[in-house]
């Protein structure tokens, strides 16, 4: 059963999407917001009360997106709530045997756009919700922002100017930084879906857990240190500001090699687990680790 069927395959994801939501491993999100609090948000409440300037609406959301630490707290914690990914139960083989190896591949491929929207939609409203009473609607950058660090020299550095640096607000709008934030993020996460699912179907489902993990690290690492080394890496191309220098308009990486770079794994990794599909035995619930 080979044929790809939209409906089984749309079937198949709505059903392991509401078992995901309905997972208690849901709970890590509101593990990740405490940080996300502590990093991020804290900071830029100081910067309102400092410079009695609101937020753009869109700022929160920015910095949190481009924190070097919630950058790797927030994958982690994706990975984390996806740790089973993809489900293995008796449904999930009944639905994989009745459904066909590819229909039940896309739809679990499907199901991971859906949970990475939902946990982008978390972090935007966790980090938006809770200083929205500080912020002011539109696409302009606020000048608590823009001047923090004209009026607080002695500040340079610190988590504001950190979290929301000149490569960002002298190279982009809010909204267009907010857009290229939420579409490398998104393409991260499913990059990190499609490497489970390669794994799973190699019947290797830990090492691709592992193997997630540790490519985050370094590349949260790489991206630390500034190293030209961390545009090989999925985490290092998902850092917006990175993309620029402060001031000049010149990219140190273009915005779109680093769709390029995710677009082509994705499309190669789906067509590896596809292809694996259709030559192994992966039904069978026992890893071979």
């Known amino acids: 059963m080979n ?7 749309f079937h198949i994801s709505r059903t392991e999407y509401l078992r995901w939501l309905l997972n208690p491993r849901i709970i890590i999100f509101f593990i990740v917001w405490v940080f996300i609090n502590n990093c991020a948000l804290a900071p830029l ?6 410079t009695g300037k609101n937020l753009c609406i869109l700022e929160p959301f920015i910095a949190v997106g481009n924190s070097p630490f919630l950058l790797l707290i927030m994958p ?5 709530v996806m740790g089973d990914f993809p489900r293995e139960d008796k449904s999930a083989m009944f639905y994989l045997h009745r459904c066909g190896r590819l229909n039940w591949i896309f739809g679990q491929l499907l199901m991971s756009l859906y949970a990475a929207l939902t946990y982008i939609a978390a972090v935007f409203l966790g980090s938006t919700l809770p200083l929205a009473s500080k912020c002011f609607i539109g696409d302009n950058w606020s000048d608590g922002v823009r001047y923090y660090r004209e009026l607080f020299p002695e500040k340079t550095g ?5 979290l929301l640096p000149g490569n960002l607000y002298n190279q982009f709008t809010p909204g267009t930084a907010a857009a290229a934030t939420f579409g490398l993020m998104l393409l991260f996460f499913l990059w990190t ?3 489970m699912l390669l794994f799973r179907v190699a019947k290797l489902k830990k090492a691709g857990f592992l193997t997630v993990c540790a490519a985050t690290a370094l590349g949260a690492s790489l991206a630390a240190s500034n190293s030209t080394l961390m545009w090989l890496t999925p985490l290092g191309n998902t850092v917006v500001w990175k993309h620029f220098t402060e001031y000049l ?13 995710f677009a082509v794994f994705i499309l190669a990794l789906t067509a590896a687990a596809a292809f694996i599909s259709r030559k192994s035995n992966f039904e069978s619930t026992v890893e071979e680790d």
Do not use: D, H, Q
Not at 45 to 50: N, T
Not at 76 to 80: C, I, R, S
Not at 249 to 261: H, T
């Open 3 to 9: 044929n790809i069927s939209p409906s089984k395959i």
């Open 45 to 50: 409440a100081e910067c309102v009360a400092e």
């Open 76 to 80: 982690l914690g994706y990975m984390t």
């Open 158 to 162: 610190s988590a504001v100017t950190s």
């Open 193 to 195: 879906a499609c490497v």
């Open 249 to 261: 308009r010149e990219p140190v990486f273009p915005l779109w090699a680093s769709y390029l770079y």
